[in-house]
C-alpha cells in the first residue's frame, strides 16, 4: 500500500487539524517558531476543506487525533503524559485518549468472542457487560466465569483495527521517506527505521496471544516486587482477537480527586512508578512499554496494579549496562565517564572530540540537579539535547527507541502524581543496585562461568574445530598441535575455558 497516494493521507492530518480547530493549539503547545507556524499554514489552510470534521463535542485536539486514527491516537495518548511539553490545557485534552474512546456496540464484541473461542457466549460467561473502558485498539467488558465465578476483564479488538492501523503507518513511511530525501542532516535520526520499529510493535500489539504471553512472563518477573501487581492471563479463554484477564478492581492512576480522597499518597505513588520502571528494565530487561495512566490503577491497599501488555519492551544485558553506566555518570555528575560510555557503546562516531562531547553533557545534565522538577521545562532541555545529539553526529539507537519512550511516559506519569519529584534522586537507589551487582568483580566472575558454561556445550566439537583449523593452517590433522603452530588464541582459550567448565565444577558457583 505504500506510495504516492498517500500523499493525500499526510494532506488530510494537515488539514483535519486546520478543520478541527487543533493546529493553532498544536503550534502553540509545541511554542513553534514563526516559521514552522506559517510552513503548518500553508499545508493545512488551503485545504481545509478535505480535513475529517471528527466528534463536534471533544476538545479541538481530542477531536482532529480521533478522527485521524488510531496510530495519531497512540501518539496523543503519550502527549497526555507530558503537560510539562504541551502545557497543561492540551494534557487535559489528550487524556480522554486514554480509556475513554467511543466504545463499538456490545453485540459486535459478543459475536466476534463466539466465532474466536467456539463457544456461545453464554457457555463461557454468566454475566457480560457493556464496555467499561475503549481505546485506540480494543475494548474491555467486565464478565464473570460460568465455571469459577471469577470476575475478568475481556478485551476484545476493534473491528478493522489492522487495516486502519496499516493505512496510518504507511503513510508515515512516505513521511519518513521525504524527510530522508529533502533533509539530508535528518537521515542520522533514521526515520525509515523508526517507522519500520513502530510498524513492528503495533503488529505484535494486534495479536492478543502475544500479550497474553506478554502478561504471563511480565507477572513471573515482578511476582515478588512489593506494591505491585500483574493479572493473570486465562489461555483457555484468549486467541488472537480476544484476551481475559483476572478482573483488576482500583482507581485509574489518572484520577488525582480520588486517589486523595481514598487516602493514598501520592509522592509515594509517584517514587514507586519511577522505580517499578526503572527496575523492571534493568534487573529484568523486560518492561511495560505504555505505562500511561490509563494502563495502570490503584488497589485498595495501595498497590499499583498495571494491566495492557500489548506493547512490551526488552533489551540485552550490554545495553542494560550501557543505559545505567550512562544514568549513573549522569547521578554522579561524571559526565566525562557519560561521554566515554557513548564513545565505547558507539553511540558516536570515533572522530568526535570526548571531551567537547562532555561538556556538552554537563550542560544537559546540570540544570536538573538541585532544582525542583516543577521548574525544570522538559521540552527545552529535549530540544538542548537534540541540538547535542545533531551537532556529535548520533545517529538513533531504534532499540532503545521503546526504552526512551516510555521513560519519557513513566516521568510524565509520576510527575503528574508528584509535580515536584526529582527523577535522578528517585533513580539513584535502583541505578547503584544494579550498578553493585552487575558492573564489578562479581559481575566478570559471572561473566566469565556464563561464557565457559556455554564453550563447554561444544566440547565434543573441539576436536573436530581444532583438526579444521590445523588444516587451514597447512599442518597435517594428526600433527600435535603447537603453541606456535598456528592455532589461533580462540582455540585455545575455548579448550582452556571448556576443560575448566567440565572439571572444576561450575555449579558450585551458583
Known sequence: MRGPHNIIRLIRTGATLERTGAMDVVLEAFRAPPRLRFAAR??????????????????????????????????????????DMVGDALALQLKYLQDKLPPFPTDVARKMIEAELELPIDQLFSEFSEPVAAASIAQVHRARLVDTGDDVAVKVLRPGIERAFRKD?????????????????????????????????????????????????????????????????????????????????????????????????????GTRVLQLFLNHALRDGYFHADMHQGNLKIAANGDIIAYDFGIMGRIDEYTRRVYAEILFGFIRKDYRRVAEVHFEAGYVPPDRDIDEFARALRAVGEPIFGMDASRISMARLLMYLFEVTERFGMETRTELILLQRTMVVVEGVARSLDPHINIWEVAKPIVEGYIKQNLGPKALLRDLVKTARVLARFGPKLPAMVEAQLIRTGHAAVTPPSPRGGIQPVIWIALILAAFAAGVGLRSFF
Open 42 to 83: 500553508m499545508l493545512g489552510w488551503p485545504f481545509k476543506w478535505l480535513g475529517l470534521r471528527g466528534d463536534p463535542t471533544l476538545p479541538p485536539a481530542t477531536r482532529a487525533l480521533t478522527a485521524l486514527g488510531p496510530a495519531y491516537i497512540k501518539f496523543g495518548q503519550i502527549l497526555s503524559t507530558r503537560p
Open 169 to 269: 503507518i504507511d503513510a508515515f513511511y512516505l513521511a519518513a521517506r521525504g524527510i530522508e530525501l529533502l533533509s539530508p542532516g535528518a537521515r542520522r535520526l533514521r526515520p525509515m527505521d523508526v517507522i519500520a520499529h513502530f510498524e513492528g510493535v503495533v503488529m505484535g500489539e494486534l495479536d492478543l496471544r502475544l500479550e497474553s504471553s506478554a502478561a504471563a512472563e511480565f507477572g513471573a518477573n515482578t511476582a515478588k516486587d512489593a506494591g505491585f501487581q500483574v493479572p493473570k492471563p486465562y489461555w483457555f479463554l484468549s486467541s488472537r482477537n480476544v484476551m481475559t484477564l483476572g478482573w483488576a478492581e482500583g482507581i485509574g492512576l489518572n484520577d488525582n480527586d480520588a486517589i486523595d480522597a481514598a487516602g493514598h499518597d501520592r509522592k509515594v505513588l
